[in-house]
């Protein structure tokens, strides 16, 4: 998935220039998904003044963070590890193109992975399930928000989604934490442009 993601972005980039402008790169992270106790990094390419694309990787141990209900989802109330992955086309609309603030449109595909490893009981009854077990989710969302220019070649996005959450298996009320399901609604890109 990650492969796919990067290839993706590298496609898109090298074909836009044609706009007349080159393209800039940038490194960072989104502060929500750390309070979440997610550990997460994205890559951005500008490929237009008002046009960017953004991509992201993370990874979580069996601890959610402090935070978990910022970030919505339906997750496993116990899991041994869990991967994340974001893509997204983000819209900078501005009527000043010096402005430090710029508007944001945007879409965004995620995809979450939660993982646990079931080993037998000590008593010798496999009556129950063995071996690794995986619940996956991802949403789509549109979403709305702001970027601001924080620092020379820094930039912070905050933005609220909406969208449509899909989970291929259903879990019981006793493995689900205390989350509903639904897309993720907050989001922030604090990113270094290099």
Same mark, same amino acid.
Not at 12 to 29: N, Y
């Given at each position: +998935?990650?492969?796919?993601?990067?290839?993706? +972005?590298?496609?898109?980039? !090298?074909?836009?220039?044609?706009?007349?402008? /080159?393209?800039?790169?940038?490194? %960072?992270?989104?502060?929500?998904?750390?309070?979440?106790?997610?550990?997460?990094?994205?890559?951005?390419?500008?490929?237009?003044?008002?046009?960017?694309?953004?991509?992201?990787? /993370?990874?979580? #141990?069996?601890?959610?963070?402090?935070?978990?209900?910022?970030?919505? /989802?339906?997750?496993?109330?116990? !899991?041994?590890?869990? @991967?994340? %992955?974001?893509?997204?086309?983000?819209?900078?609309?501005?009527?000043?193109? %010096?402005?430090?603030?710029? #508007?944001?449109?945007?879409?965004? *595909?995620? *995809?979450?992975? !939660?993982?646990?490893?079931?080993?037998?009981?000590?008593?010798?009854? !496999?009556? /129950?399930?063995?071996?690794?077990?995986?619940?996956?989710?991802?949403?789509?969302?549109?979403?709305?928000?702001?970027?601001?220019?924080?620092?020379?070649?820094?930039?912070?996005? =905050?933005?609220?989604?909406? #969208? @449509?959450?899909?989970?291929?298996?259903?879990?019981?009320?006793?493995?689900?934490?205390?989350?509903?399901?639904? =897309?993720?609604?907050?989001?922030?890109?604090?990113?270094?442009?290099?």
């Amino acid at each position: +998935m990650i492969t796919r993601l990067l290839i993706t +972005m590298a496609i898109a980039a !090298f074909s836009f220039p044609v706009l007349g402008q /080159g393209v800039s790169w940038s490194v %960072g992270t989104d502060p929500t998904m750390w309070l979440s106790g997610w550990k997460h990094i994205q890559v951005g390419a500008q490929l237009h003044p008002e046009v960017s694309l953004i991509g992201g990787v /993370g990874w979580m #141990g069996s601890e959610p963070g402090a935070a978990a209900l910022i970030q919505g /989802g339906q997750r496993p109330s116990s !899991f041994d590890v869990a @991967y994340t %992955g974001n893509v997204g086309l983000r819209l900078h609309p501005t009527s000043n193109p %010096g402005s430090r603030l710029q #508007g944001l449109l945007g879409v965004d *595909y995620s *995809y979450e992975v !939660f993982s646990r490893r079931s080993m037998p009981p000590s008593n010798g009854d !496999f009556s /129950g399930p063995i071996g690794l077990q995986q619940y996956s989710r991802s949403d789509l969302r549109l979403l709305a928000g702001g970027r601001m220019n924080v620092a020379p070649r820094v930039t912070l996005s =905050a933005h609220m989604g909406v #969208g @449509y959450c899909s989970q291929p298996q259903s879990l019981s009320s006793g493995q689900v934490a205390a989350t509903p399901n639904r =897309a993720r609604l907050f989001g922030m890109e604090l990113l270094f442009w290099i």
